[in-house]
Structure formats: structure tokens, C-alpha cells
């Protein structure tokens, strides 16, 4: 039996898209198994009907490409598409999905044409490794498609899929004036360290928020994690899935830290492992983040793509791969005890990118002292409206702030935060959120 529909934050917007009187072809970018095709079809619960194509398995059942292959009328198209799935494609009534769409690059570019000729039929593309066919076609779709971009379940959505609906609702309200009491804010760490340990990946929290043990969800990720090797086959043909394995594995063991390339491998040179780095984050399993002076905005406009760190996509493989003591985890007061905080900087990291907004995916940035012999770093520099305010991430309760200081002296800007495992609070000019209420800051 299918597991019910846990419900995401961008649900909302699917739902405004479908009912906006100026409607564009909605694509759905993210990795693989983050929730793409779910979301699509609860979607399609709101309307009369819902045709959906997989150009992976369609085509060898129907030979559903050729009929893009032909030409990019939109009529003529949804025409055969009736025939083949003998279920009728009527404007305002019909939703059109085409799943897997990467594998069929006229119905990529048939996109535009849906929007120019066909503007009233609601059409939703989406694929997992859509960002590779994009990149052979330069121009595709500027102005006429409209991008929703899919990670992970965020803290947030754990939350309500797992019936903490009310704590997730209390940190909405949160700040960093108004700390929760001891036992609700003990509450939110239990939630979170369990958070950290399933991950985000719908079908891990979907088997936790059924009932399954742990143990269950760490079945479900090494089944994952199977899968995400089996992928790499199809990233790029010259590229040996060996190779990737190694910069994937790589990527995981230099968390929290800047990434050394000679680490990878002895017997990879820089372009083979920067190659294999730009193939995983077209992808979306890792994610760079990019050291920047951060004098002004925008924070790109002093980015050195020399230096910079990597994300993997997800906690629950994180862990996993490194099999971390869970046992440990659980009970451990201070996440530092564990594996010195590069989890904590993970989930930080991975929270930033899921509280943005799904049609802007923002890019993540850390600063360091570029003098030599220098050891000041903030793990990251984030803008929160107009202001450019650095972010350290404490894996306990205690640490010092010196980087953090001594980069708001250095730059200048009225404030900084640091996300720990402490309640809400301030101290000086540092306004301190729990490392479960990352989602809020910039929110006040």
C-alpha cells in the first residue's frame, strides 16, 4: 500500500500557479527522490483529470518521444498524447505532467511553445537530472517557463509530517527576543538531533512518520545510497562512475571544512576531480559554498571560486555513510562529541538553502581572513534584507565568537548570529538561534 502524501511547503505554490490568471509551463528542478513527482500528483487531485508521461518507461511501452521527435505543435501534440493514454487533455480542466523530461529534449523545448500557443492547458514538467540537458540548450525557455527548484524535507515539513504541527507553527513566531521555555526548547533539540539523523529524503521521513524505528530508516538510506551510485552511470559517459564515487565520498569526509583537492585521490589530478565536483552539483547532491570578501552586496561580486566547501544534499546520508554512532548521537548533550560539528554546519547549511524561496535558489557563502597565517573564519555570510551578516555554527552550547568578532570590527555591520544548540537569546551585538529555528532568521 502507497504511503499517504506528506505535505510540503511547495505545495502552496503549485496551487497559485494553478490558479493564476497569467500562467507560464511550471518545471520542477531538484535531485533525484526529493518529492518532485508526489508533489505533481497531489496536485493533480485538483483537477478532472491528470495525464502523466515518463519519458524513461513511456517510451519503450508507447514510444511517447516520437511524438515530440515530430514537431512542437502543442494541439497536435496533446492530440496523440489523448489517443495514447486514452484519456482526454481539455484545457482548464486537464494537467498536464511530463515526468522525467531530461530524457527527452524536444519536450524540453516543446515548453515554450505550450506557453506561446497552448498558454490555457496547465502543463508541469520536472526531472532529476534536468540541469544536464538544459546545459544543451543555451537559450531554453527565457521568460516563457517558470522554475520551482525541490530539495530535501526541511526541518519545518519534518515536523508537520511527523504531528509536531504545533511546535512547528510556535517556531514560526519565534525570535531571538523571545526565547521558548527550557522544556519546549528541549523538545525542539530532541526533534531536531532526530531530524539529523533520518535526513530529509521523503521516503526516509515518510517510513519514520508511519511508525518505523530508526533502524527501519537506515534500511531505507542505504537503499538510497544504492540508488545515488546507481545514478552516477548516467551523469556523463567519459566520466568513470569510480571517479565520482570517490569525489562523492570525499565531499562527505572534508564536511565543515575547505575543500583540498589533492585529498580526493592520489591518482586524480584537479581537473578530474573538479569535473567530477561540477557533474554532483549539476545533479543537486552537493552543493558549493563559496568563500566571498564580503565588502558589499552582492556578495557574488567578490566570490573566489578557488576556495570553497561542499554540502552534501542530505543529514541522513551524511550519516549514514559515515556511520555514525546513533546511539551517541541521541544522548549526547553537544553534537561536538560526536564528529566535531561538521553535522551541525551540514544541517545549517542545507536549512539555508530550503527556507529560500523555491523560484530563487540562493547561493551559500563562508568568509576567511585572506591574510596569511590567519585561522579567522565564518562558516557562513548570509543577506538578511539589506544587511550582510556573518553566521558561526556551535555544535554544543559553548564556544567562543572571536572570527565572528573580529569580522563585524573588520567590515563594519551592525550584527552577527550564531546558531547552537543554546536557546533564543543575545549576547553584545550577536543575536543566538537554536540550530532548529535557522529557517527564521532574517524573519524578525
Known sequence: MSKEYLKRAIDKELLEWKDSRIRKPLLLRG???????????ELGKQFGSFVEINFEKDDLLYGVNAVFERGADPKRICD??????????IPGQTLL?????????????????????????????????LEFALQEIPSFGVGRIRSLFLYPFS?????????????????????SGKPFSDAVHNRCLQQLVRFMLIGGMPEVVATYADGGSLLECQQVLDDLMLS???????????????????????????????FTYSRVSPDLNRLQVKESLELLELAGVVHPVTHTSANGLPLAAEMNTKHRKFLIFDTGIYQRFLRLDLGRLLTAESLEQVNKGALAELFVGLELLKSAPSNFPIQLYYWQREKPGSAAEVDYVVQCNTDIVPVEVKSGTKGSMQSMFQFLSEKKYAYGIRCSMEN?????????????AVSRMGQE
Not at 535531485?31 to 500528483?41: E, I, L, M, T, Y
Not at 496523440?80 to 487533455?89: G, H, M
Not at 533564543?424 to 532548529?436: C, H, M, S, T
Open 424 to 436: 533564543f537569546g543575545n549576547y553584545q551585538n550577536v543575536r543566538i538561534y537554536p540550530l532548529y
Open 31 to 41: 535531485a533525484r527522490q526529493v518529492g518532485k513527482s508526489s508533489a505533481v500528483r
Open 155 to 175: 526541518f519545518d515539513e519534518y515536523l508537520r509530517a511527523t504531528g509536531f504541527g504545533m511546535l512547528a507553527d510556535a517556531l514560526q513566531k519565534a525570535s
Open 80 to 89: 496523440e498524447l489523448s489517443l495514447i493514454y486514452r484519456k482526454p487533455i
Open 97 to 129: 505532467f511530463l515526468d522525467e523530461i531530461q530524457a527527452c529534449i524536444p519536450a524540453i523545448s516543446s515548453l515554450r511553445y505550450f506557453y506561446e500557443e497552448y498558454p490555457e492547458l496547465h502543463v508541469v514538467a520536472a526531472g532529476s537530472l
Open 228 to 258: 545515488l551510485y546507481d545514478d552516477f552511470s548516467k551523469y556523463k559517459e567519459r566520466v568513470p562512475v569510480s571517479r565520482l564515487r570517490e569525489v562523492f565520498a570525499s565531499v562527505i569526509h572534508q564536511t565543515g571544512g575547505k
